[in-house]
């Protein structure tokens, strides 16, 4: 009995030696995700499942290893809400560098905002506007002058989902003849143009 101990012990260590000896090492397959704020984001790999990635993360990583040789190819399967998130360095073949180490970067999606300009007149009826030199300003920032004639306008700076919005009158038109205000100025940016803050302007 224990000569058959003995063996079978035997037998173990040299099997593990050998293993040891002839197996291949293995590489985990994860990397860091930058500027992810949202849910969603689903990553996939070759031959593995999808990895779901909790929103603000700042690093994934795969629930299996893969072995020196194999390749790996990490892709965003679904991308985080409000936001287009890609990989860099997620293609090639386990062992060529030291650790796989996947960036993913997510970049919000941005929006403009504008609106109608338009006089109203004494008599509540809608005129084509004809001030010049109307400012406004979007925060404390981003401002625009609206060309004479014009019938709408559009701020250069796009803003991100979730980010508040003020948009006032900086400065009114010349001459003294129109009060503009804005209607529906204050909000907070969805996942489309805004193109509904108006400029309204009276004439004294």
């Not at 035997?10 to 090492?25: F, H, I, N, P, Q």
């Not at 993360?57 to 399967?77: C, H, L, M, W």
């Not at 010049?132 to 991100?160: C, H, M, P, W």
Request: glycine share 12%; aromatic share 6%.
């Amino acid at each position: 009995m224990k000569s058959s101990v003995l063996r079978h012990s035997l037998l173990l260590t040299l099997a593990l030696g050998l293993a040891a000896c002839g197996g291949k090492a293995t590489f985990p397959v994860e990397g860091k995700v930058v500027n992810l704020k949202h849910s969603g984001l689903v990553l996939s790999n070759i031959g593995m499942n999808d990895l779901p990635v909790d929103a603000k993360a700042t690093s994934f990583r795969f629930p299996n290893a893969i072995e020196y040789g194999v390749q790996y190819d990490v892709k965003v399967k679904t991308s985080a809400l409000h936001q287009d998130c890609t990989p860099d360095n997620s293609k090639d073949t386990a062992g060529r560098q030291a650790a796989i180490n996947v960036t993913i970067t997510c970049r919000d999606y941005t929006y403009l905002i504008g609106g109608n300009v338009k006089i109203v007149g004494a008599d509540g009826a809608a005129k084509p506007y004809v001030g010049e030199n109307l400012v406004l300003i979007n925060g404390s920032s981003d401002r625009i002058n609206v060309a004479k004639d014009a019938q709408t306008y559009k701020f250069g700076g796009a803003i991100a989902f979730g980010t508040s919005y003020g948009v006032s009158v900086l400065q009114q038109p010349d001459g003294g003849k129109l009060v503009c205000s804005v209607d529906r100025g204050i909000g907070e940016m969805g996942d489309a143009e805004v193109t509904n803050v108006n400029v309204l302007c009276r004439e004294k």
